[in-house]
Structures are given as C-alpha cells and as structure tokens.
C-alpha cells in the first residue's frame, strides 16, 4: 500500500474527531435518526472504539411520526453495537398532538429543535455527534467541526474557534455544549460509497419497492399508518400502490417519495448522481423563511 | 461566451449512465487533495470554486435555479449566473458581499476528490487564512491579470509559505480582461518570481485563467491562449503529490488518543498514525517515559493489519506492559523525537484580546495539553513588507516570534519537519477561546541542561512532621479590602492552634524578590507567577501559606491554582465594594489615581475580575476582621 484512497482518509479523519472527544469531553452522546448518515456515523463509532463498544449512548430524538421501518431498524442497530439507545419525544409536543398536517413549521421546531435541547438538558451531555455534512447547505460549509452552542443551545456563525489542523478545542463552560460533526468533510456520494463497501445496514426505505402512496399538497407521500393518517386529516386520501424510494428519511408525512425502480443500492447511487435536484429538497423543512432557512434555524438551537 | 465542456467531466457522466459499477470502482480508488484559494476582495475566488463545482457537475439543477433567482437579486454580474453567490453561504456576508470566514467545497474529477477551502481576502482575516491553509496540500493564489502582484498577493503567499504549504500555484485570473495577452502574463509571473524567491518559496506553477470564461480550467491550452503550454489547473491539481504520502516516507510517530481496554485480557493504544509506518515485531519507544517494547499487533475492526501507514486510525497493542496514556507518543525505537519545556516559536494571534506576556495558556498539541507561558515576542512580522519590528505582545492577527514555555516537558519535532508534532493552538484557561496557532521552531538549548534533582525527604514527609496538610490560602481582592488585616488575624489564629505558617504579603515581597517589576498588566502577571512559584516551594515544605496580593486577573490565580495539587489552592475572595475600599483609602492610593499621579490601579483604571466561583468569600462589609478571620478558619477544618 502506498497511498490511501479518499475514503480511507476521510474515514480515518472521522474516527480521530469521535475518539478525540470521547477523550476530552465528560458526557458525550450520538444522535441517532436511523437515516443513512446516522448509520455511517454508528458504523464509524463501532470501529473508532474496536473491541470496545463506543463509550456513549445513541441519542434517537423521536417525533413519533417516523416510518415503522425506521423504528424497527432502530433497536435493531442499538442491539447490535451494543450501545445504550436513549430516545426522547417531547411531552409537550405529545400532550398538545403537534403533527405535521396540522401544525406546520411547529412539528418540526416542537419535535425536533425543542426536543432535541430538552434531552440534552435532561440527560447532561456535554457533547452530541451528528451526521450533517459540509455539502449538504450553504451555511453548514462554513461550520466547524466542533460547533459551539451557548447554555440555550444557540449558534453564533461570527464567533466561531479557529480550527487548525486536526487539533480540536473542546474546553468550554458549564452548561455549554459541542455539536460534533465527524463526517463534515464527506460528500453524499462518499457516504452512499461507503455504506457499500463496508456493508453497512439501512433502512429498506431508500431502495424502490411498490408502496402504499397518497398525494398531498402537490407532494408524494407514503401511508405508513393508514390509521393515523386519517386520524389526523380526517379522512384518508386516496391510496396507490407505486414504485418508490425515499432519498431522506424523516416523518413520513414530511418526507417526500421519488418515483423509482432503483432497488439495490448501486442503482440507488446511480440515480443519485444522475439525479439533478439536491438531496434536501425533498425535505420540507429548508423551504421556509428564504434563502437563510437552515442558518437560521441553527441559530435557534436546530442541529 | 466561449463555454468549453471539458472532456474528462463528460466521460465521467456518461460512465454513471452505462456502467455504475465501473464508474464507482474508479471512484473507491481516488486519492484526495485538499487546497485553498486565496486572493484580494475582487479577484475572483468564489467564482472560480463556483466554475469548478459547475464544471464537475457539483451544482444540482434546484441549486442553480435558486442561483439563477439570486444573482438576479443582488448578483454582481448582471443577468449572467454569479458562481460566487454558490459559493458564499452565511446570510450575513450575503448582505455585504463579501467571504468572512473558511467555507469548505467538495468536488471530483476522475482521478481525485478536492476538499477546496475558499479564504477570504482582505487584512483583517488573516486568522481564517491560516485556519484554511493549516490542512492544505496546495495553494492556488488568485491574481487580477489587470492589477498584477499586489500586497495582498504578498502576503497570502508568506502566509502559506509560513504555514508549510509547498505546493503553490499562481492562478493570473481575469485574462479575459486583458484580451488574454501573453506579455502582461509573463510580466505578472516575473514579477512574483522574485518576491517567491525573497521569501524563500522554492518553486510555484503559473497558468493563465480565467475563472469567468472557463479558460485553462479543465483543458488547456484554451483556444484564446494558444501561447501557453502548460497544464490545466484541473490537471495541475490532479498530478501534484499528497501530504500523506509524503509523511509517509518519514519515521514512524503515533500520538495516543485513548487507551482501549474492554477487558483485562485487551490493552491497545489508539490513534491517528501521524507519520511513517509500522508492523508487527517494531520495536517501538513510549514517549516521554522512553520505555521501548515491539509491536504485537495493529487491531482494528476489519481485522489486524500487516502493515499501517500515515494518516490511519488504528488501535496498536504491544508486547511488553509498558505504561502508556493519552498524551504520549508511540514511535520508532532507533529514532524517536526530543521532549523538552522551552522552545522559540512562530505564533498567530488569533484573538481580539491581546497576547498576556507570561500568562498561562493550555497548549494543546497532538493528544498533549500543558500549560504555557509565552515571553515577550522577538519580533512580529509585518504581512506586507515581511520587516520583523520590535513588539511588547501580540493582537489579533499578528505574527510573531517568541518563547514558549511548558509547565511539563512534551513530545515534539521542529513544525517542519512534522505538521501533528510541531503545530500547537493555544487556549484562554478562562474563556476556553482558541487564542493562537503556533509552530514549533526548535527547543531551546537551556531546558534540556536542567533537570530535577530527586530529593529523598518528600513533600509528603516535610507534611507530616508538621502534622498538617498544607495548603495556599489565597486572599485575592481590591486594594484596601482587608486581605493582609484578615490573612494576618488567620495566621495569628493558625499559630495558636501550632500550625507552620508562612504570609505572603503583596507590599513586602515587592521590597525584594519583585522588586524589579512595575504595574504594567506584563509585570503583574509576573509577579504573581513568582509568589505562585513560592508559595508551591513552601508547600512543598509542608506549610501553610496565607497570600495577600491584589491578583486582579482571574487567568493568573488560575495559573496559581494549575501549579498546585489538588484541592491546595483555597481562593479566598476578599469581597469589598469599590467605594467602600475608596473611603478607606488607608495607604492614599485612591487619591493618587483619581488624580491621575498612578496609573494601571486596580478598580481605578485597570480592571479587577472577581472570582466566579471561590472557595471562600468574607464580606467586609458585614463581618468585621475578626469574624472573617473565624469563618475562614471554620472553612478549611480540618487542618490535617
């Protein structure tokens, strides 16, 4: 061997920031949405820590509304790792029944940003891993990968640490926290590469198979729970069975289906690259308040 | 416009199409390459990491709608796509116009993904500059083939020169402008060669581009300059050698992260291999302690390895049960690197706070943190004519030579010979900030002539003849709160009770031991680095040391509390109001710095940081001398 391929680097960079802060931080913990990232970050964990098991917990901050799928996954990965999974659903989301249909922007700020700062408070950690990507929006290229957020959780942009080399400050005050990005530096076509290579599991939901589908708002959706659906919208929307996959992983009624026969995961990433609309945009949540939509909501406390 | 499509892109496209098992084995093998781009406000920089990520299909078709909405918005180029709006992402500088700080981009091309760091350019960021260039294989250095060699252009160039970078290309941007004219490129080219050259770069790669156009970005030479006869940038950056593979040809050195122990059966060392190789049976050295053993196996979850290599996470167990933690440095027995405590070094300020002369900072490098002194800098050097001037400290985005002093010896090799052992950042101990970037240049000769003489009765021994613990009682507070009135009512009680004691008193040690320091923030900061030093000697000698000193700077009685053990330091905050202390003005100090006749006084015109969390507070106010002096005492019972 005389060089290493991107992927070993970006892999070997990823496993040095995981261990660095299991190393200087008193509490940390992995946030687990059960999406592909998490799934190569967990993987990255696994190997940073062989034979131990990763040091941490998973963190799932849950919203109730994720596909069955996705929560069978879940305990299953848990299992496997042999890691403590913790998972948190607001109590205030859930007494109020905040859901995606009715409540707009609030599912999401209820759920998730106002959930994920009431676990981290609940349990005291000091330091949270996530799996967001440079690549992914204009405002997460331009953070670090230890990310600063004050004791409210708010996100400063102008007051950022200089990060040089591969040294990493992790001192900070009590009751302020890290976000931890590990995989920063990574591009979706690695991450999909590497869950090939290393065999690593996901959710069945990002292959193409016939599944039950609404439209709703001009979008395409899947009917995971017919009951809830109906439920919540009163009556249930007309059901067809198509071909689909799914190129994010949120709540099901939040995240929108492609239309597609890509069933193993070569063609998964064959669509991807050949596909010309980003990954998010099948996702709601960057559409609103224009152009500084993520940026903001980071300020805010979101991931 | 003169759109030319690059072959190699297309290629790569229509592999995706037809054959993605193909396509995605040539991907798995790809090697990375990590550069930055640098150049003055109006040089082109973003719109030249825009060109590229459009030319390698970077760009989704929702993104350039969304940039074709914005660049009619608050575009600079018109009706024409503005590829810098692509590239410049937080909403604040969206507003200006302008990068404020290190944005990461990705793109590949056939042979290699780029992890691109798009640099602002103008003075007062030179900390991003830095920050971009410090994971860097290469710089591209943007010139305006209109402006030429300018003093930006200068100063980005040292910057990467001093940050180690030796691959640097200069990119004469704009040619279109200047109707692509191979006089003003040659011109430009000679006139950076003799700057290159006065500053010590060995060799730089000039093309002529333009950003804009697309021409010599992908394919060259571009039909507009049929004169030139080198590469393409693309080309450039896909030939020119990687860090890792060049630290790999060096001796081997792993600085421990962790210490992996699932079990009692299991002890390895983890970490990030930072240069050389290793194998099963190498002899390998722990150091600082120097205890060798060879290598039993390279763990990791894919299985052991034969061999490991520079820039991989590994997990290494040993033969020998030798001590090891986080911190020390695993490396080749027949050639390991120096350990010492003083050393000159190059610094970046990076922070808006100013450089404290012989405050403690953590020094953090590799896996070690220590804390540090830096002395007054040599020099500082200014960025634009490269003149080393005299400097009393450093401000943000300074850079200087000075010492650097470590509280403990650390493992270390001279910054250019090995970026993971020679690079250091420096850490407020109060604000946690990143204060500074350093590089090590060579330890100082005097630190490895002095070493610690053992001493066979120990502190601990001194301790118990005096049958108590001892401890530093730190009176810390305004000038005229009563700390000497208190720390002496407490030493007269402590003397009844048979204790050995020692005061420290501020006005006093100033008579002898400090007497050639002054009131500047400088010398204050040394004066208290000096009774810390004593009051450890004392305790070292088993007593109990009372300190009476204003200490208005939390980070100094930090720096205290850091030389001590555990639990030793007991901060007494002496809590009196300013006016109430003002009114007593018992030595007329207040006076004389309302009226101006003494500057840098305490509460006065020099700031005093109350202590956040001390172990003892005596208001007063309330409490007379007495009763302070009672509560102090009831606090720090038992005495042994």
């Known amino acids: 061997m005389t060089f290493l391929t991107h992927l070993q680097r970006l892999e070997a960079e990823a496993i040095h920031i995981i261990r660095e802060v299991a190393a200087e931080t008193e509490k940390p913990v992995m946030l687990y949405s059960v999406g592909k990232d998490s799934a190569v970050m967990l993987h990255l964990a696994k190997k940073a820590f062989y034979p131990s098991p990763p040091p941490f917990p998973l963190l799932h901050v849950d919203t109730t509304w994720k596909f069955k799928d996705m929560y069978a996954l879940r305990e299953k990965a848990a299992k496997d790792a042999g890691m403590e999974l913790l998972v948190y659903q607001n109590p205030e989301a859930k007494e109020r029944g905040i859901n995606p249909f009715d409540h707009g922007p609030l599912h999401t700020d209820m759920w998730k940003t106002e959930g994920l700062k009431q676990a981290l408070d609940k349990y005291g950690f000091d330091a949270a891993f996530g799996g967001a990507r440079r690549d992914e929006e204009k405002s997460r290229a331009k953070e670090r990968v230890f990310s600063f957020r004050t004791s409210s959780h708010g996100w400063d942009p102008k007051n950022q640490r200089p990060e040089l080399w591969n040294i990493y400050n992790a001192r900070k005050k009590k009751g302020e926290s890290i976000r931890v990005f590990p995989i920063s530096n990574w591009t979706e076509l690695d991450v999909w590469q590497y869950i090939q290579l290393e065999d690593i599991e996901i959710v069945p939901l990002y292959f193409a198979a016939p599944r039950p589908t609404f439209i709703y708002e001009g979008g395409l959706f899947m009917a995971d729970d017919e009951q809830r659906l109906k439920d919540v919208l009163g009556e249930l929307p007309e059901i067809t069975t198509r071909s689909v996959r799914f190129r994010t992983l949120g709540c099901f009624p939040l995240t929108g289906a492609v239309e597609s026969e890509a069933a193993t995961l070569s063609e998964v990433i064959q669509e991807t690259l050949l596909t010309t609309t980003s990954e998010r945009q099948g996702r709601v949540i960057d559409k609103d308040s224009g152009g500084a939509g993520m940026e903001k909501k980071k300020q805010e406390g979101y991931f | ?640």
């Open chain 2, 1 to 640: 416009m003169t759109e030319q499509k690059p072959d190699a892109i297309y290629r790569t496209d229509a592999l995706i199409a037809e054959d993605i098992d193909a396509y995605l084995e040539t991907h798995q093998h790809k090697t990375m390459l990590r550069f930055i781009t640098c150049g003055s406000v109006d040089d082109g920089k973003s719109t030249l990491i825009g060109r590229l990520l459009y030319d390698s299909k970077m760009i989704f078709e929702d993104q350039l709608e969304a940039l074709s909405n914005d660049s009619k918005r608050v575009g600079t180029q018109g009706q024409e796509i503005d590829f810098a709006l692509l590239v410049d992402g937080l909403a604040a500088e969206r507003e200006q116009g302008i990068t404020i700080d290190v944005a990461y981009r990705f793109f590949n091309t056939e042979k290699r993904k780029f992890i691109v760091a798009d640099c602002p350019g103008h003075e007062q960021y030179t900390r991003n500059m830095v920050t971009g260039a410090s994971t860097a294989d290469l710089a591209v250095i943007l010139v305006d083939a209109r402006k030429g060699v300018l003093v930006q252009t200068r100063r980005h160039s040292y910057l990467c020169h001093l940050i180690g970078i030796k691959n640097i290309v200069l990119a004469v941007n704009k040619m279109d402008l200047v109707d692509y004219d191979q006089a003003t490129f040659d011109k430009i080219v000679a006139d950076y060669a003799s700057f290159a050259e006065e500053i010590g770069i060995e060799s730089f790669t000039a093309l002529p581009i333009s950003g804009f156009k697309g021409d010599n970005i992908t394919v060259a030479p571009s039909e507009n300059t049929p004169w030139y006869d080198g590469p393409s940038l693309i080309e450039h950056l896909e030939s020119v050698e990687v860090l890792s593979s060049v630290a790999a040809d060096r001796p081997f050195r792993m600085p421990v992260q962790w210490v992996n122990r699932p079990n009692l059966d299991f002890r390895g060392f983890s970490g990030l291999i930072a240069t050389g190789s290793v194998k099963p049976g190498d002899a390998i050295r722990v150091l600082p302690s120097g205890k060798t053993s060879p290598v039993k196996s390279i763990v990791t979850y894919d299985g052991d390895l034969e061999e490991a290599m520079a820039g991989q996470s590994v997990t290494i167990t040993l033969e020998d049960e030798i001590d090891c933690s986080r911190g020390d440095v695993i490396c080749v027995a027949g050639n390991p690197p120096e350990t010492a405590d003083q050393f000159e070094s190059t610094l970046v300020w990076l922070n808006d706070e100013d450089m404290h002369v012989g405050r403690g900072y953590w020094l953090k490098l590799g896996t070690q943190t220590v804390s540090a002194t830096v002395q007054q800098p040599k020099y500082r050097v200014d960025v634009n004519t490269m003149e080393e001037l005299a400097a009393k400290t450093l401000s943000l985005n300074d850079i200087g030579v000075a010492e650097v002093y470590t509280d403990r010896p650390i493992v270390f090799e001279p910054y250019e010979d090995n970026r993971t052992l020679g690079g250091f950042v420096l850490i407020d101990k109060i604000t946690n900030a990143t204060v500074a970037a350093g590089m090590l240049n060579f330890s100082l000769r005097r630190s490895q002539n002095v070493h610690w003489q053992a001493t066979d009765i120990s502190r601990r021994h001194h301790a118990e003849m005096k049958n108590q613990t001892p401890r530093v009682l730190w009176f810390t507070g305004l000038s005229g709160s009563g700390k000497s009135t208190i720390a002496n009512e407490v030493e007269k009680k402590l003397a009844l009770m048979n204790r050995h004691t020692f005061l420290l008193d501020g006005d006093n040690v100033r008579h002898g031991l400090n007497k050639d320091l002054g009131f500047t923030e400088a010398d204050r900061i040394e004066n208290i680095r000096r009774v810390g030093e004593v009051a450890r000697l004392m305790t070292d000698a088993g007593l109990i040391v009372l300190t009476a000193f204003i200490s208005p700077f939390r980070a100094e009685r930090q720096m205290v509390r850091d030389m001590l053990e555990d639990h030793e330091f007991i901060e007494i905050f002496v809590d009196t109001p300013l006016e109430v202390a003002e009114a007593r003005d018992v030595k007329g100090l207040y006076k004389k710095a309302r009226e101006g006749k003494l500057k840098n006084f305490t509460g006065i015109d020099s700031p005093y940081e109350p202590p956040q969390d001390p172990e003892i507070t005596v208001n007063t106010v309330e409490m007379t001398p007495e009763e302070a002096a009672d509560h102090i005492i009831q606090q720090i019972l038992p005495l042994k």
